[in-house]
């Protein structure tokens, strides 16, 4: 998980090719919307993407504990 200090750091950006279902999350044990996509990690400075470090495929993202 990319983690961002007063802005700067990493962070996830864009969702492609996005599918969404219902389903129980494996985290938190509860039913809600889970979210599979694309996305790419940048370094950011003030928030701001400047470099692209690496594409990802996010799976079952939890609606619920994220």
Known sequence: MPITVNGVGAMYYGKRNLSQHRG???QCSKEGV???YDTTSYFTVVFVPLIPLGKKHIVDHCSNCR
């Open 24 to 26: 129980i999350c494996n």
């Open 34 to 36: 889970l979210s599979t």
